[in-house]
């Protein structure tokens, strides 16, 4: 079993910056990759970014590329989300997600955080 909680979330205003953290604990999720979803009020959870085990993968959704950074350290069981430049429309409550396989499927991932709100005012 693999627990994860998430942190970094709060508010914050439009262009500014955020750094979410994954810490990871139970078992390594050096084998794993991650993800990052989010979900807003009303709306479905939806994909974010992934990570492969390595850190040598990495994919993000088109309404974040190039804002968002996602970082992984294996060492420190850990794993980042980096959010620059954000906007309204990013608020939401952020999770963290433990895979099998390398996929922006919420419904593939294994194991999952509760979760940090990220409020972005305008």
């Known amino acids: 079993q693999v627990q994860l909680v998430e942190s970094g979330g709060g508010l914050v205003q439009a262009g500014g910056s955020l750094r979410l953290s994954c810490a990871a604990s139970?078992?390594?999720?050096?084998?794993?990759?991650m993800g990052w979803f989010r979900q807003a009020p009303g709306k479905e959870r939806e994909f974010v970014a992934v990570?492969?085990?390595?850190?040598?993968?990495?994919s993000y959704a088109d309404s974040v590329k190039g804002r968002f950074t996602i970082s992984r350290d294996n060492a420190k069981n850990t794993v980042y989300l980096q959010m620059n430049s954000l906007k309204p429309e990013d608020t939401a409550a952020y999770y963290c997600?433990?895979?099998?396989?390398?996929?922006?499927?919420?419904?593939?991932?294994?194991?999952w955080g509760q979760g940090t709100q990220v409020t972005v005012s305008s």
């Open positions: 139970g078992r390594t999720i050096s084998t794993y990759a």
């Open positions: 990570i492969s085990w390595s850190g040598g993968t990495t």
């Open positions: 997600a433990a895979g099998a396989s390398y996929s922006v499927v919420a419904r593939t991932y294994l194991y």
